[in-house]
């Protein structure tokens, strides 16, 4: 069982900057992919961006060139630094590890943190 914990949300102004930190246990940390989602009000979550083990990385059309995803192996940590915030960027963001096991391919999720863009 792999557990994720996210920090660093909260209430920032349109165009103004936040970096949102995933603390992953465990000691396969490097072998996995990871990813940032968030869930706006209402049932959908959608993908915000992902880094695969070997560093590459992924970022939804709508922050790319705002939002930059990158891992840090030796602190077991996912970050995911937001500049040029939106009004639309609103919601609940979720961190994600996804991992093969045998055949399957599993998906462990964080709690969530809240990032409110607002003037």
């Known amino acids: 069982q792999v557990q994720l914990v996210e920090s660093g949300g909260g209430l920032v102004q349109p165009g103004g900057s936040l970096r949102l930190s995933c603390a992953a246990s465990?000691?396969?940390?490097?072998?996995?992919?990871m990813g940032w989602y968030r869930q706006a009000p209402g049932p959908q979550r959608e993908l915000v961006a992902t880094?695969?083990?070997?560093?590459?990385?992924n970022h939804v059309d709508s922050v790319k060139g705002r939002f930059t995803i990158s891992r840090d192996n030796a602190k077991n940590t996912v970050y995911l630094q937001m500049n040029s915030l939106k009004p639309e960027d609103t919601a609940v963001y979720y961190c994600?590890?996804?991992?093969?096991?045998?055949?399957?391919?599993?998906?462990?999720w964080g709690q969530g943190t809240q990032v409110t863009v607002s003037s």
């Open positions: 880094i695969t083990s070997g560093g590459s990385t």
């Open positions: 994600n590890a996804q991992l093969r096991v045998a055949f399957d391919i599993r998906n462990y």
């Open positions: 465990g000691s396969g940390f490097s072998r996995y992919t």
